[in-house]
T-cell receptor, first 112, second 112 residues
Framework: GENVEQHPSTLSVQEGDSAVIKCTYS??????FPWYKQELGKRPQLIID?????GEKKDQRIAVTLNKTAKHFSLHITETQPEDSAVYFC???????????FGTGTSLTVIP | NAGVMQNPRHLVRRRGQEARLRCSPM?????VYWYRQLPEEGLKFMVY????????ESGMPKERFSAEFPKEGPSILRIQQVVRGDSAAYFC??????????FGSGTRLTVV
């Protein structure tokens, strides 16, 4: 089955700096890669996703890149703000309607 | 659209009792997934169900845990004879046509 690894496990940045979280996956059949943000005590919420036919996707301060050859994808947050502090999870899925394989999470702290 | 509804939000059970966790998927969604999240850990897949069918239960412990998604009514995750190690947040997610999960708010199970 799919194995998703995520790094780093914790990340602290100064407000206004950029944050980068990286994930690798093992199953070349995976073609959908969502990112979830989970604030303390709350549900994971989808913040951005990318499909395997796209190399990069951007939504305001958040961007995701995908390298299918190397089987890795990354989340980039620019101009970080304290409200970006949360745990971020990457995931990979071989197809819609199937289970997602999640990374172990990155706890991001943005220092004001 | 009420989103994915989970209840109860908090559940306290004594060791040896049964825990029943309920999940109503988003309207139009026919796929339900259950995940367990231990404190400060990632999301671990448990089971994937469609109406009246278990599609993938590879993440479900072999004993004491069961899940169903009947033709009518919510999906139920049932834990028999709970032990302290079952204390965790249990998240349900649903998906439908297209990509992406929507998570419920979770049920926080505490075994005392």
């Amino acid at each position: 089955g799919e194995n998703v690894e995520q790094h780093p496990s914790t990340l602290s940045v100064q407000e206004g700096d950029s944050a980068v979280i990286k994930c690798t996956y093992s199953d070349s059949a995976s073609n959908y890669f969502p990112w979830y943000k989970q604030e303390l005590g709350k549900r994971p919420q989808l913040i951005i996703d990318i499909r395997s036919n796209v190399g990069e996707k951007k939504d305001q301060r958040i961007a995701v890149t995908l390298n299918k050859t190397a089987k890795h994808f990354s989340l980039h947050i620019t101009e970080t703000q304290p409200e970006d502090s949360a745990v971020y999870f990457c995931a990979a899925s071989p197809t819609t309607g199937n289970q997602f394989y999640f990374g172990t999470g990155t706890s991001l702290t943005v220092i004001p | 659209n009420a989103g994915v509804m989970q209840n109860p939000r908090h559940l306290v059970r004594r060791r040896g009792q049964e825990a029943r966790l309920r999940c109503s998927p988003m309207k139009g969604h026919s796929h339900v997934y259950w995940y367990r999240q231990l404190p400060e850990e990632g999301l671990k897949f448990m089971v994937y169900l469609q109406k009246e069918n278990i599609i993938d239960e590879s993440g479900m412990p072999k004993e004491r845990f069961s899940a169903e998604f009947p033709k009518e009514g919510p999906s139920i995750l049932r834990i028999q004879q709970v032990v302290r190690g079952d204390s965790a947040a249990y998240f349900c997610a649903s998906s439908g046509p297209g990509y992406g999960y929507t998570f419920g708010s979770g049920t926080r199970l505490t075994v005392v």
